[in-house]
């Protein structure tokens, strides 16, 4: 089974770790380790602090996405991602780039449109990964950060046959998906 790689894309202060906290229950913004599930035992890496606000070099990428692929009981990625273009951290489409080159995740993309404090993301941010094997998403970041993780785990879990340990969200009315 592919693993998920989940990218929260937005900008400065978009509420991105907020939903990342809310999806994940990581303890803190710049959260980047395993959070395992107590039921389950299943687990997930999570960078809540994006690698463009807490450097991450490339090698820690690509060792990053090694471990996960190599361990069994880990679901995936979920990652906080600035969209800023950047000449010395790691940029969206290179990040981006990496994971489609493992061919070990299945990856989508939710973008905060708009942020929580600030104004609609300009189209061309979501563009910018039109040539990549990504499935965009919007999410409302002027919602509550719950109902984005909802809406996350909505997606996220439609392609997995729900079992005894995974049991779909629901998701409030008015929900913003595209």
């Keep these: 089974m592919m693993k998920q790689f989940i990218a929260?894309?937005?900008?400065?202060k978009s509420g991105k770790s907020t939903i990342i906290r809310s999806l994940t229950g990581c303890p803190t913004k710049d959260y980047?380790?395993?959070i395992r599930d107590g039921f389950s035992?299943?687990?997930l890496y999570v960078v809540c602090g994006s690698p463009q606000e807490q450097s991450m070099s490339l090698e820690d990428l690509k060792a990053l996405l090694n471990v996960v692929c190599q361990d069994s009981s880990c679901r995936g990625i979920v990652m906080a991602i600035q969209p800023k273009l950047t000449?010395?951290?790691l940029s969206m489409e290179k990040i981006l780039q990496e994971v489609?080159?493992?061919?070990?995740?299945q990856t989508r993309a939710?973008?905060?449109?708009?942020?929580?404090?600030?104004?609609?993301?300009?189209s061309s941010?979501?563009?910018?990964?039109?040539?990549l094997v990504v499935q965009p998403y919007i999410l409302?970041?002027?919602?509550?950060?719950?109902?984005?993780?909802e809406a996350v785990n909505r997606v996220t879990l439609r392609e997995r046959p729900l079992s005894e340990n995974v049991r779909a969200s629901t998701v409030a009315a008015g929900l913003t998906l595209s």
Excluded: C, K, L, Q
């Design 8 to 12: 929260i894309i937005g900008e400065a």
């Design 32 to 34: 980047r380790d395993f």
């Design 41 to 43: 035992n299943e687990s």
């Design 87 to 89: 000449r010395s951290r």
């Design 100 to 105: 489609a080159v493992t061919e070990s995740f």
């Design 110 to 122: 939710f973008f905060v449109n708009p942020g929580r404090v600030s104004g609609p993301a300009d």
């Design 125 to 131: 941010v979501i563009s910018r990964v039109n040539d």
């Design 140 to 149: 409302d970041g002027r919602r509550f950060a719950i109902i984005n993780a």
